[in-house]
């Protein structure tokens, strides 16, 4: 709201210096408005990228933990058939 009200007083000053002094400082604040915006926009899209980017790593995260759970599995399941094939032999003796 400062802004607003700096730009008016700006505008009443640059008016009573002459047309082209009102159309300048117009300009001058157009440029700037346009300028808020360019960077606000930028941040947004640095703030969606930032945050696709941390959905590919959970879920690359996620990827890797379900591998390792797989083979940990396969390797529990392949122990486990070592052991009772194992065991008979053993009671045997």
Known sequence: ???????????????????DAFELEKAHIAKEKEMEVAAKN???LRAVAAKQAEKVRLAAEKKVQKAQCAAEKKAAKSRKNVVCFLIPVIQCI
């Open 1 to 19: 709201m400062e802004k607003k009200v700096a730009n008016q007083k700006a505008l009443q000053a640059a008016k009573k210096q002459g047309k």
């Open 42 to 44: 930028e941040e947004k």
